[in-house]
C-alpha cells in the first residue's frame, strides 16, 4: 500500500518544495481515484463495462453546483427550499441523486450485455451531458460556478491542504468499504454473475438484482467524487459529462489494474503525471498517451498494479487458458 | 424428504414448445419420483435439453404445466425454482473457472442461506459455508482438490464439481443433462457409481447417450423423438419395444 504513504506525503513534499500547485494537481488525481475505484467495483468485478460513468461524476457536480447557486442567492429550488452549502447535506444528496439515475439507467442497460451495454451506458451518458447543455438556467454550455465551496464545521475547505487531507480520507474510506465489500457474500455473487451468469441462476441467484446494486453503488460513489471535484474547481460544467471523460475514467482503471481496486489510485496519478509531464512537450499529448496504454493492455494485463506485484505475467498466462 | 416414495414429486404435464414451424417438444408428460433414477434419451436433436430447460425454468413452454411439491410452478423462473428444490446441471460444463474448487461450490451453499445482501464480512471465512462446502467435495471425491482453481480441473472433475455445486442446493429434484459427456470410461463409472449412493434421496431426471450407463441406473426410460414421448417404462420394456428400436437403437447406439 505504498501508494497511501505516498499520496499522504504530497502536502509536505510540495510545501518543501515551495509547490502549492502539486497539491492542488494531486489532488485532483485523488478525487478522479475516487471515482474510478467505483467504477473498478463494476467493470472489474462486477463484468459490467459501463462506458457512461461521467454521467454520474457530473450529476454528482452538478448537485453541489445547483444547490449551491440557490444557497447562495437564497433563491427557490425546489418546494420552497433553497438548497444548502452544507457539506453533510450535498455530498450524501450527490451520491442519493447519483445512485437513483443509477437505478434508472442500470434497470435498462443491465438487460443487454457485452458491446450493448457499453453502448447503451455511452448513450445515456451523452443524453445527459445534452441535457445539461441545454439547461441554460443553470449555465447552459458555460457551465456553473460555485460561488462558495461546500462548508464542514470545524474545517476550511479552501485550506489546500485541508481540502486534500480530506479528499485523501474519502478515497482511503471508498478503497477500504470497497474492499470488505468485494471480499464479502455479496461480492461474491457478484463475482460469479461476471463468470457465469446463467449458472448463477441455476444456482437461485437473480443474476439482474445483484448487478444493479452494484451498479448503483458505483453510481453513488461517482456522484460523490463529483460533489468533489466541484468544490476542488469550484466550477460545474457539462463537460464533466462528456464521453471523453467516461473514457478517461475507463483508461484510469485499465492503466492501473482491473480489479484490484488499489489499482485505479495508481492509474489516476499515473494519467495525471503523464498529462503534466508531457502537456509541456506538446498539448497533444494523448498522442503519447494511447501507445502507452496499448503496450499496457498488450503487455501487462494486470496494469501498474500488476506489474508491481510481478503478477503480470501470471495473468496473461491464465488468461489464456480460458474456455 | 417429506415425500412418500412413490408419489411424483416432480411433474410436467403435457408440455409444448415450438421453433417456428419445429415442434421441439410435443405433449411431453413426465413424473420424478423421489428414490427413483428417470432417463430421458433419444437421438440428437430429440429436444432433450429443450425439454430440460422447460423443467428447470430456463424456458417457458407454450403451453403445459409444470408441479413441484404439489405446487404449479410453470411460471417461476430458473432461479426461484432451484431456489425451491429443483437443480440442473449443463450439458457444457457451466463452473465458475476463476474461483477455487472450494469457492464454486461455496457460492452454491451460500444460496441456501440467501443472506446475500451482506457487504462487510468476509465470505471466505464464513465456517458454517466453508465446512458445508468441503463436505460436499469430500461426497462428490473432490475432497483434496479444494484449494486448486476450478479451470485447472480435469473434465471428469469438472462434472463432479457441477454435481457437488447442485447437490449444495439441497435440493429434492436433479436435473442432470448428460453428466457423462466427454468423460473416459473409469470416470463415468465413478460418477454412476455416485448417482447410485445419491439416488434414495432424490427424485433424478437423467439425460444421457451412453445407453450402458442408462440400462445400468435408470428405473424409468422415457425415449424422446421429434420432442414426442414414443416409449416410457422400464429398462426391459423399452429395450424390447420395437418403436424405440426402429426409431432410436437402430441409429447405431
Redesign the interface.
Known sequence: MAIFVLLALVPPVAHAFDNAFLITMFNRAVIYAVAAVGLDLIIGFGGMVSFGHAAFFGIGAYTAGILGTHAFDGSDFIFGWTGSNDAFVVWPLAMLVAAFFGLIIGLISLRTSGVYFIMITLAFAQLFYFFFVSLSQYGGADGLSLWDRNVIPGLDLYDRDTFYYLCFAILLAVWFLLSRLVGSRFGRVVIGCKQNERRMRALGYDPLLYKLTAFCISAAIGGLAGALIANHSEFVSPGLLHWSRSGELMVIVILGGLGTLVGPIYGALALFLMEESLVSFTEHWQVILGPVLILVVVFFRGGIVGFLSGAGKTTVKSGGDHG | MDNVQGRPVFEARNLYKSYGGLRATDDLSIQLETGKIHALIGPNGAGKTTALSQL?G?LRPDDGQVWFDGQDITRF????R??MGV??S?QIT??????TVA?NV???V??R?R??????????R?AGINQRAMALLEQVGLGGFASR?A?DLSHGQKRQLEIA?AL??EPKVLLLDEPMAGMGPTESNQLAELLEKLKPDFAILLVEHDMNIVFRLADVISVLVNGAMIASGSVDDVRDNEDVQKAYLAEGY
Open positions: 428447470s430456463e423462473s430458473m432461479p426461484w432451484a431456489r437443480a440442473r449443463f457451466a463452473i465458475f473457472d476463476d474461483f469457492e461455496a457460492v452454491a451460500q444460496s442461506t443472506h446475500h445482501f451482506s457487504f462487510w464480512r468476509a465470505v471466505s464464513d482453481r479451470a455445486m449444495a442446493l
